[in-house]
């Protein structure tokens, strides 16, 4: 048996390593000419080149093939890759990840770019100005733009929900977050919505227009906006899609010789694009490839905002009214759904981490999440 992989980001990869290790036949394909790299990574390396250099591994394997598939031929069982060279499977694995959204008004404008590749982070680097302003109050834009605060650049955060890491923070960690952020030398604006550009006479961007205020000083917009699935092979080879590949229970598409995993993935209607999901649905159609009958069980949806000096982690879903509490710089809120634990946010600590992670969607009592917020 022969699998051929289509993506090197962190589901692809590990999916190759996995199965050559027991032994069986792989060919991946990496649309970047590099070898495998962390993308979460990009937005504490920007501007260093050394740091960057660092991120791609040195040792490629020998099944890497660094070109970009182009094209899925279903019946037939093989893929094309942009040289017009063809390649045959008998089971193949679209893990093509996303892509960053960007805003039309942007178009073909010199200032303006996103961080989602290897390339963009080097292109950044190249052509970092102060001041600058990053276009979304998300995970990866705060990380980006703390990570370019240290380096000396003047930063603005624009977000438009009238909080921060809206998907993963209430509104008392959200606000406990963008003090400290601040205290650091941020500026965090939030409820903001951007409606235009200034150029100047080299058709250079120095500033954004943004509804109902002034304008706001910008050499360099990093757009943070979120990502997309990419499912344009999927799509044009007549595989289902809605807002990505479908997938059933072991990952299967509407071809039962093709599965899809990670970013691209959407499984009963969830696209949670983080890493953990990622891992996990390899861990599962590794099993499915291998003689098993796996199906794919949703992990803890974990997220950390990485920060040196600072714990943040937030764990399910943190909608409804929490059982909470406020004590100097730290901060826990648990979210219970009929009786189960259905997220947590923990601000300042990491003390009950483990607990969230063993009790996470499992039947918790009041008294017990009173005891831990004896702190």
């Known amino acids: 048996m022969h699998i051929v992989i289509i993506g090197n980001g962190v589901a692809g990869a590990t999916v190759a390593q996995k199965l050559t290790q027991i032994g069986v036949g792989v060919t991946l394909f990496a649309e970047e000419p590099y070898g495998f790299y962390s993308r979460i990574m990009l937005p504490h390396s920007l501007y260093d080149k050394q740091a960057l250099a660092h991120l791609i591994s040195n040792n490629d394997p020998p099944y890497l093939v660094k070109k970009p598939v182009t094209a899925i031929f279903c019946e037939e069982k093989q893929v094309e890759t942009g040289d017009g060279e063809r390649y045959s499977y008998d089971k193949l694995i679209i893990a093509t990840g996303s892509r960053s959204r960007t805003l039309d008004i942007f178009s073909n404008t010199d200032g303006v770019c996103t961080l989602r590749t290897f390339y963009d982070a080097q292109l950044l680097g190249d052509t970092l100005r102060s001041p600058v302003v990053v276009l979304g109050g998300g995970l990866l834009g705060l990380e980006t733009a703390l990570s370019l605060n240290r380096k000396g650049f003047a930063v603005t955060v624009c977000e438009a929900a009238d909080r921060i890491m809206v998907?993963?923070?209430?509104?008392?960690?959200?606000?406990?977050?963008?003090?400290?952020?601040?205290?650091?030398?941020?500026?965090?604006?939030?409820?903001?919505?951007?409606?235009?550009?200034?150029?100047?006479?080299?058709?250079?961007?120095?500033?954004?227009?943004?509804?109902?205020?002034?304008?706001?000083?910008?050499?360099?917009?990093?757009?943070?906006?979120?990502?997309?699935?990419?499912?344009?092979?999927?799509?044009?080879?007549?595989?289902?899609v809605q807002r990505g590949i479908l997938v059933d229970e072991y990952l299967r598409t509407s071809d039962e010789h093709i599965y899809a995993i990670g970013d691209c993935a959407e499984y009963e209607g969830q696209i949670p694009g983080i890493v953990p999901v990622a891992l996990a649905m390899a861990e599962a159609v590794v099993a499915n490839l291998t003689g098993g009958q796996k199906s794919y069980q949703e992990p803890v949806l974990f997220t950390r905002f990485k920060d040196e000096e600072l714990q943040v982690v937030s764990v399910g879903s943190v909608t409804g009214n929490p059982l909470s509490k406020e004590n100097g710089e730290r901060y826990e809120a648990y979210f219970l759904k009929d009786g189960t634990l259905d997220g947590a946010i923990l601000y300042g600590s990491g003390e009950h981490l483990k607990f969230v992670r063993e009790h996470y969607q499992k039947p918790v009592s009041e008294e017990e999440l009173s005891a831990l917020l004896d702190f």
């Open 167 to 240: 998907r993963q923070l209430d509104s008392r960690a959200a606000m406990m977050l963008k003090t400290r952020l601040e205290r650091k030398g941020l500026t965090i604006r939030e409820g903001v919505r951007t409606i235009g550009r200034r150029l100047d006479s080299w058709e250079k961007l120095v500033a954004l227009e943004v509804e109902g205020s002034s304008e706001i000083p910008c050499k360099t917009l990093i757009l943070s906006l979120g990502v997309s699935p990419e499912i344009t092979l999927a799509k044009e080879a007549g595989l289902r």
